[in-house]
């Protein structure tokens, strides 16, 4: 089993569109969890952490769930600039300080 | 400079060349790291420091050398590379927490774009 595994998509979805994604970690020892985008030829960018109590940040919702060790983010009222690839990042090590990143999910919004 | 930054941007080098990579992190963070992205495959870390000491080397080979002269800086010295060593190699920093604590997110340089031919 992978240690970060996401389904790599491709999402096609219209502008407006709601669309969830869903991550799944194999160590239950893990403490950080992220999301990141990466944009094409770009560098990873932090898009927001993951709290245990789940956490919005406008139109962009994260949850966690430790018992099934997955983890979830939600977009709202997609627009053409979230498309991008978008990274789960969780340090399944425990308490080492490394990120396992997951390969990520395409996202595209369509006009 | 704000954040971190990389250079080259760009490099291509044959085989028997021997080149340095840059990073420097403005973010007063303690910890840094290297990672290699090759195309349609997720992140593999290289290396990492933490307070300038080397704590993970994640079966890099040996033509592949890190340098951190303090916290702020990270070197990755290149040579006698193999053409599927060409990868976009990204250097990251974060801060340090208390052993048992989680992580604290990582940001990112640009990214080299390295090609071996």
């Known amino acids: 089993r992978k240690e970060v595994e996401q389904d790599p998509g491709p999402f096609n979805v219209p502008e407006g569109a709601t669309v969830a994604f869903n991550c799944t970690y194999s160590?239950?020892?893990?403490?950080?969890f992220f999301w990141y985008r990466q944009d094409c030829r770009k560098e990873p960018k932090l898009l927001m952490s993951?709290?245990?109590s789940g956490n919005e940040d406008g139109r962009f919702t994260a949850q966690l769930n430790r018992a099934s060790q997955y983890i979830s983010l939600l977009i709202r009222d997609s627009k053409l600039s979230d498309s991008a690839t978008y990274l789960c990042v969780v340090n399944t090590r425990g308490s080492a300080r490394q990120l396992t990143f997951g390969s990520g999910t395409q996202l595209t919004v369509l006009p | 400079e704000t954040g971190v930054t990389q250079t080259p941007r760009h490099l291509v080098m044959g085989m028997t060349n021997k080149k340095s990579l840059k990073c420097e992190q403005h973010?007063?963070?303690?910890?840094m790291y290297w990672y290699k992205q090759s195309a349609k495959k997720p992140l593999e870390l290289m290396f990492v420091y933490n307070f300038k000491e080397q704590t993970e080397n994640n079966s890099v080979p040996s033509r592949f050398s890190p340098e951190c002269p303090n916290s702020s800086h990270l070197f990755l010295h290149l040579h006698t590379l193999q053409p599927e060593d060409s990868a976009l190699y990204l250097c990251?920093?974060?801060?340090?927490?208390?052993?048992?604590?989680?992580?604290?997110?990582?940001?990112f340089g640009p990214g080299t774009r390295l090609t071996v031919t």
């Open positions: 993951v709290y245990s």
């Open positions: 990251a920093s974060s801060q340090v927490t208390p052993p048992g604590r989680g992580v604290y997110e990582q940001y």
């Open positions: 973010l007063g963070h303690n910890a």
């Open positions: 160590n239950s020892a893990s403490q950080s």
